[in-house]
C-alpha cells in the first residue's frame, strides 16, 4: 500500500454537475478525509470524497485557464438571513447591523436592540 498523497493540478467534477480546476490535494480535518481544491484567484474549497464524482489531472496552463470561467462565487449578502425588526423575532433571531456593513446575526437577547 502506498503513503503517497495525492497534489496534482486537475479539473474536479463535483456531484450536482459542478467542474472546479485548481490545484487538488489531499487533506485531513478533524480526522476526516477531504480533497481539497485552491482555484487560481478564486476560493479554497474542501469537498467530502463522496461529492467528487471524477478527478482529470491536467497541465498547470490548462486548469488555469478552465479555472478563469468557473470560479467559485463567495456568499453574496443576498444568500445571508433576512434582517429581522426587534420585537417581531422569525425563526429566534434578531438582526443589528455592524458598524463597518456587515450583517451580523445572533440568537434573540443577545442583540444590541435587547435593552
Not at 59 to 68: G, I, P, S, V, Y
Request: charged share 25%.
Amino acid at each position: 500500500m502506498s503513503d503517497k498523497t495525492f497534489e496534482e493540478w486537475a479539473i474536479l467534477e463535483l456531484m450536482g454537475h459542478r467542474r472546479l480546476a485548481g490545484r487538488v490535494s489531499e487533506e485531513t480535518i478533524g480526522g476526516a478525509a477531504f480533497i481539497r481544491i485552491d482555484v487560481p484567484d478564486g476560493a479554497t474549497q474542501f469537498y467530502a470524497p463522496g461529492a467528487v464524482y471524477c478527478i482529470t489531472p491536467t497541465t498547470e496552463a490548462l486548469a488555469r485557464q478552465f479555472a478563469k470561467g468557473n470560479r467559485p462565487q463567495p456568499v453574496s449578502r443576498y444568500e445571508l438571513l433576512a434582517p429581522v425588526r426587534a420585537g417581531h423575532p422569525a425563526e429566534d433571531l434578531e438582526y443589528a447591523p455592524d458598524p463597518d456593513d456587515e450583517v451580523v446575526c445572533w440568537p434573540a437577547g443577545k442583540g444590541e436592540s435587547d435593552g
